[in-house]
């Protein structure tokens, strides 16, 4: 027998596999494709937020201190807020097991 | 019973698609499906047809636009030939896989290049695995009795009918044709309901990313949608039949009861052969004839069934697939002998491309070659018949 693969049985699909939970995508984690996570530098940052405004996958939201952290369960890794952070206190860092 | 009225075929199926009360008609002029879509337009524009018409800008655009208005409930309607379909071709997955329940007169004819506005069914093979019901129309009264039988079988199935009518010979051609009284359609046809669909007040997700660990069990889902539409499918026909007293079968088969020799057929080009098998039996020769007007999903057991005890089969295809082991039909007929004890022998042969004529004479000559067969097996998988050397 192959290894059962599938997530779910094809009979307990809905017709035509449509979702009818809406926003079930916040489920779906997509941090597992990462291979670079960004780390904030807080002694550099000033909360201006362009990592906020940029990030494709709307994962950044200001913490209790008002910086704003990335969600790592949907942070692809893109980069895009370490490029466009005006101070630089974005890293890309290499993501080890 | 309602009285025969001569029409041209194209304007009987456009008026059988009003009769069935359509929401949404989405489609681009193309030859030779023109005449049911412009006698859509002018029914919708004279206030005779309370629908939306979308005049769109190309065939992708109409499909794209039936399977969008599907998704939120509405009966549809789109119509297109040859290079039209193929501009559709992506859309053409799309729809039965989100199990939308559209309805396509496809007017048959063949793809360029050469360039070709002529009747054959090499469009529609193009779509052969794209997972859309199809039927396909002997003759005019047929192709309006299909639009009827499309719109019930698609609601049901929640899957998408095409409904084959073969161009000019059959679109063209001014036929009697008994429409359905409209009080009979109605009954036939209650307003769409759709348990699932596009909706602001129960928001769902429709075309959602199949992931691996999904698709499969997506792609399993669908395909036994599509078989298990079979048993609809027929219990549509019966019901036609209590209405109407008009028969339709998966297979239909001519004199096939003690024939030694078939033939294979799908569309108009089968009453010719039926001509020929009548000018054969009267000088004794057991002949028989096979049409396949469900094609999809393919009435397996019908087929194997309808061929009886023939010693020689001969499949008469409409499309070329180029270089393969047979014509698309020549191909389903040996595999699905080969899920039965049937052996005969398969003479395939590709004819009537692009409109060429495949007289009653023509098929009589078939018959004798496929007679041949039966000391001599076909040297080659198929053969294109009547061509100039």
Known sequence: MPKEQGLVSWKQLAPGMYILEPGNSKKFKTGDWRAFKPVLDKDKCIKCGMCYILCPDICYQPDQEGFFISNLFYCKGCGICAAHCPKKAITMVLEEE | MAKKIAKEVSVAVAEAVAQCNVDVISAYPITPQTH??????????????????????????????????AATGARTFTSTSSQGLLLMYENLYIAPA??????????????????????????VMSMRDAGWIHTFAENGQEAVDLIYHAYKVAEKTLLPVAVNIDGFILSHVVEPIEF?????VDKYLPPLKMKYKLDPKK?????????????????????????????????????????????????????????????????SLAENAMNAVDILRTKGKKVGLVRIRLWRPFPLKDFIKAIGKVKALCVVDRAVSHAATGGPVGIEVRSALYQSNKRPRVLNLIAGLSGRDVTKEDFVEIFEKTFETLAKKPSTPYEIYGVKE
């Open chain 2, 36 to 69: 049911i879509v412009e006698h859509l337009a002018e029914l919708v524009n004279n206030g005779e047809l309370d629908a939306e018409y979308i005049p769109v800008e190309s065939e992708h655009a109409a499909m794209s636009a039936c399977i969008g208005a």
């Open chain 2, 98 to 123: 989100l199990r939308l329940p559209i309805v396509m007169a496809l007017v048959n004819r063949s793809v360029s290049a050469p360039i070709s506005i002529w009747n054959d069914h090499s469009d």
């Open chain 2, 180 to 184: 359905l009284d409209q009080t009979l």
């Open chain 2, 203 to 267: 928001p769902i997700t429709i075309g959602a990313i199949g992931v691996p660990e999904i698709y499969t069990e997506a792609k399993k889902a669908q395909d036994e949608a599509l078989k298990a539409s079979y048993k609809t499918i027929v219990q549509a026909w019966k019901d036609f039949e209590k209405l109407t007293g008009r028969k339709y079968l998966p297979v239909e088969t001519y004199q096939m009861e003690d024939a030694e020799v078939g033939l294979v057929i799908m569309g």
